[in-house]
């Protein structure tokens, strides 16, 4: 799988949008770039996943640049819940295996 | 459905101690998996499950370690003798076959090792 990487802290404002990047330069073609959160104490919840074109769903939106090389995650409308550590993997379709890196510690402040 | 269930949520052991965990993933779901995730640090892969087949283990999944799925239902974790150096979270996630609509993880079970 490629290697992911991301900031390891950000903080963002309540109400305000949230983007966090991912840069993966060595992704193949057949890898999504997917997301995944934890918040504390709980286990990691999906969020979105995407190959190539844009993606948006309830919780947020996933934008992929044109080479494939890296993406943000967009939280439209960060709350105190969005605070969360927020990890971006790239794997194949159907991967039994996801490489869970650092992640991305977003602090949502009031 | 309510998800993926882990038992227990928490649990204190002393170290040499054998102790089980229990997985009891979403009913339609197939794939059963085992992370593990110490403190700061992401989810590391233990082992998978398709159905009752036990399909690949990780290099982290000493001798000490074992993981059914009998009957591709509920899954268990042992762990014997433990080790202080066990302590960590144990998560545990199901999928259906194939698909890429990501992993839904159980609130995990929490180890200390004293």
């Known amino acids: 799988d490629a290697k992911t990487t991301q900031p390891p802290s950000m903080d963002c404002a309540e109400g305000r949008a949230a983007n966090l990047p991912c840069n993966h330069s060595?992704?193949?073609?057949?890898?999504?770039v997917y997301w995944y959160r934890q918040i504390h104490s709980q286990g990691p919840q999906y969020i979105i996943h995407?190959?190539?074109n844009n993606e948006t769903n309830e919780m947020a939106s996933l934008i992929i640049t044109e080479d494939r090389k890296s993406s943000t995650l967009i939280l439209p409308h960060a709350t105190l819940r969005d605070t969360a550590v927020y990890y971006c993997?790239?794997?194949?379709?159907?991967?039994?295996?996801?490489?869970f890196g650092a992640g991305t510690t977003v602090t949502v402040r009031a | 459905d309510t998800g993926v269930s882990q038992n227990p949520r928490h649990k204190i052991t002393k170290r040499g101690q054998n102790v089980t965990f229990r997985c009891d993933p979403i009913?339609?779901?197939?794939?059963l998996y085992w992370y593990r995730q110490t403190l700061g640090q992401g989810p590391e892969f233990l082992t998978y499950?398709?159905?009752?087949?036990?399909?690949?283990k990780s290099r982290l999944l000493s001798d000490r370690f074992s993981a059914e799925r009998p009957k591709g239902s509920f899954s268990t974790l042992e762990i014997q003798r433990t080790e202080q150096g066990d302590s960590a979270m144990y998560l545990c996630?199901?999928?259906?076959?194939?698909?890429?609509?990501?992993?839904?993880f159980g609130s995990g079970t929490r180890l200390t090792v004293v």
């Open positions: 995407g190959l190539k």
């Open positions: 499950f398709q159905n009752e087949a036990q399909l690949e």
């Open positions: 009913s339609e779901h197939n794939r």
């Open positions: 060595t992704i193949s073609g057949n890898e999504y």
């Open positions: 996630a199901s999928s259906p076959t194939g698909g890429d609509y990501g992993y839904t």
């Open positions: 993997i790239a794997g194949s379709r159907g991967d039994y295996k996801l490489s």
